[in-house]
């Protein structure tokens, strides 16, 4: 008999299958979703770099078959920039979560919008430390339980999209794991443009945040996406905050132009 | 290649300083990628680099801080480029974290460290030797350290060279330990042609696509690397890992995995470690030294001989992997290590755990106003004749 394969097989490593992802997480709808961009993409997919931190989005390179690699908490980004510098021919895509991206890595995520260094970065924000057992983020919203704000999070947190978008990146988009088709086409998007380009994904984690504040399991989660979000292209990033179970803005955000580092630097060696 | 570029190799003799000196073995060596963070005393490399950028196609980038700074080299050095950074200690503490992700990689790149005193901001312009055991230990975990101490401009220009062939050949990250005084100090050096600088290339996998294992090593138990982009398709993790490149997290993985890592270095300490030894035949006093005070210990043993005292001196080109084989064999014979250090006592503590209580050891510890200065030493070499 014939071995029949799934077309997504092609960028997934099958041999790592079954993955560590827990039951309801969203992280593996990125996956499909960054699968199917790549796909459409039509990019020679010898020359992509997958890099990824630390943490449970920390092992999305693990799972991709591309040149992929599993780096320190925080740094992904510069790894990849240290890729794409030393040979600019390469594709480098950054999948990390919110912890990983906007607290321990929130200075090289800023300085990588700034220099406009042409990367993708996928970030699944999931509102907590899941790998380590469900701690207060920089992204929990206030009032939200987790293991180390147990009578909840007093603490305000970052909108990521005006973050990046305040520090220069030419793309940003926003969408929930819901949102597979719209976020499949934002990563494509993402994928062409020059530049640094920044997609945020809100993601359940089902086992953590959802269960310590008693809002269900991964399908519940989903419902609540499908109810509360709202999609408005073209919103400004200073009304992207997000509420404790209040409506979620999605949709892309910004897209325009500016020099890439590669350009500029080129332009300053005269070449 | 790189090698051929005729303007990498600026063959003549030349005033540099031991930072220029540096940037213009790293660019000899092949070296096409540089990332710092502005620190003093390291700017003289930085510097030197940029301007020599335009001529050989080099890429360097001012990172946001030393953490990114090593992280990208590591990145740079994974798309095929030789990648170094330069630092000095506060930086040095910085980059710990990608020094030990370099180690597990096994990703080669040079790391050059202007050693000024310490702890914390410490004096910035003094140099010192406090940064040894830093070096040596500063990541977490088990690992072993390729280390090189140059004591003049000529030696920053080789040694630097050594340092990415050695990176290469080891697959780890090198460091080269400098310090204040040998960025700054202008003297000649002689850069040979490029056909007589030594070229150790990466070695590459050239197997099928599909083929390429990440970490399966050869007999020299350095496993053969390839660059992103050349279609292998291959993952790696900083997690603890087989040979496809995966986490498999258990003890035996960490045997093979880590301890591989560890011998890879061990059993070639004869190849790796390098002394130069002077006057020691017939010394009854040996002493220890490396990097800048080095050559005010050259200096004692052409004074002291004078007065027909037996003193040599034994001094450590790379300091770490230490040579314990040397100094033991050495210990049985003379009576007296003199150790002088811009510390409080670092190497020192190294040369006893040689000594096995053999010969008697004295301790120098060196101020920055003294460095050049060979009294102290010879104080102590007085001290011991009477």
């Known amino acids: 008999m ?18 560590i992802w827990c039951p309801g997480c969203g992280i593996g709808l990125v996956a499909s979703a960054f699968v199917a961009a790549m796909e459409k993409a039509k990019l020679d997919e010898e020359k992509v770099s997958v890099v990824s931190g630390i943490g449970c989005t920390g092992r999305f390179a693990g799972y991709i078959k591309l040149d992929s690699f599993h780096t320190t908490h925080g740094r992904a980004i510069p790894f990849a920039t240290g890729l794409k510098l030393a040979n600019p021919e390469l594709k480098v895509v950054v999948v990390s979560g919110d912890g990983d991206l906007v607290s321990i890595g929130g200075n090289h995520l800023i300085h990588a919008a700034r220099r406009n260094i042409d ?4 970030c699944v924000n999931n509102f907590i430390y899941a790998m380590t057992g469900g701690q207060v983020a920089p992204t929990t919203p206030l009032t939200a339980y987790t293991t180390t704000s147990p009578y909840g999070n007093f603490e305000p947190p970052s909108n990521i999209p005006q973050i990046v978008e305040a520090a220069g990146a030419v793309y940003v988009a926003r ?7 719209r976020l499949t086409n934002s990563i494509y998007e993402a994928l062409n443009k020059p530049g640094f380009s920044f997609v945020e994904v809100i993601s359940p984690c089902a086992q953590y945040y959802s269960r310590i504040n008693r809002l269900g399991d991964g399908l519940d989660m989903m419902k609540f996406y499908h109810e509360n979000s709202v999609i408005k292209h073209g919103e400004s990033t200073d009304n992207l905050h997000i509420d404790y179970q209040k409506e979620i803005i999605v949709g892309k955000f910004v897209d325009r132009e500016r020099p890439t580092y590669i350009e500029s630097y080129k332009k300053w060696l005269g070449k | 290649m790189v090698k051929t570029n005729p303007k990498a190799v600026l063959t003549g003799t030349h005033k540099l300083n031991g930072g220029q000196a540096c940037a213009e073995g790293a ?12 620190i003093s005393p390291s700017i003289g490399v930085i510097k030197r680099y940029t301007e020599r950028a335009k001529d050989v196609d080099a890429v360097f980038i001012q990172m946001e801080d030393e953490i990114s700074v090593l992280s990208a080299v590591l990145g740079a050095s994974w798309a095929g480029k030789r990648a170094m950074t330069v630092t000095s200690g506060p930086g040095l503490s910085l980059m710990m974290e990608h020094l030990g992700l370099g180690v597990m990689l096994e990703t080669p790149c040079v790391i050059v460290d202007f050693q000024r005193r310490g702890p914390s901001e410490g004096i910035p312009n003094a140099p010192s030797s406090g940064d040894i055991m830093q070096a040596r230990w500063g990541s977490h975990g088990d690992y072993e350290i390729i280390a090189f101490c140059p004591n003049s401009a000529q030696e920053m220009f080789s040694l630097t060279i050594d340092a990415f062939n050695m990176s290469e050949k080891y697959r780890t990250p090198v460091l080269v330990l400098s310090d204040e005084f040998l960025a700054k100090k202008v003297e000649q050096v002689i850069i040979p042609k490029a056909s007589e600088i030594e070229f150790i290339p990466r070695k590459h996998f050239t197997g099928a696509k599909n083929k390429y294992l990440p970490f399966d090593f050869d007999k020299d138990l350095v496993p053969p690397m390839v660059n992103a982009g050349e279609g292998y398709k291959f993952h790696i993790t900083g997690l603890t890992h087989d040979k496809r490149g995966y986490p498999v997290m258990n003890e035996q993985t960490q045997e093979w995995n880590v301890h591989r890592l560890v011998r890879k270095i061990r059993n070639e300490v004869d190849n790796i470690t390098k002394v130069e030894e002077n006057q020691i035949a017939d010394a009854d006093i040996a002493i220890l030294s490396y ?8 200096k004692v043993v052409e004074k002291v001989r004078k007065e027909g005292k037996k003193v040599g001196n034994l001094r450590l080109i790379t300091v770490w992997p230490f040579p314990d084989k040397r100094i033991r064999e050495l210990s049985k014979k003379i009576k007296t290590f003199i150790v002088p250090e811009m510390n409080y006592g670092q190497v020192y503590l190294e040369v006893q755990r040689c000594n096995y209580g053999n010969a008697e050891i004295k301790f120098i510890e060196y101020k920055n106003k003294d460095l050049q200065n060979p009294e102290p030493i010879v104080d102590v070499i007085k001290d011991l004749a009477k």
């Open chain 1, 2 to 19: 014939k071995e029949i394969k799934h077309p997504m097989d092609f960028y997934l490593r099958m041999d790592r299958i079954p993955h």
């Open chain 1, 119 to 122: 990367m993708t970065v996928v």
């Open chain 1, 175 to 181: 969408w929930t794991a819901l949102h597979i088709r």
């Open chain 2, 27 to 38: 660019l000899a060596a092949g070296c096409r990628f540089l990332s710092a963070y502005p």
């Open chain 2, 291 to 298: 990097g800048s005070l080095s050559r005010t210990a050259n």
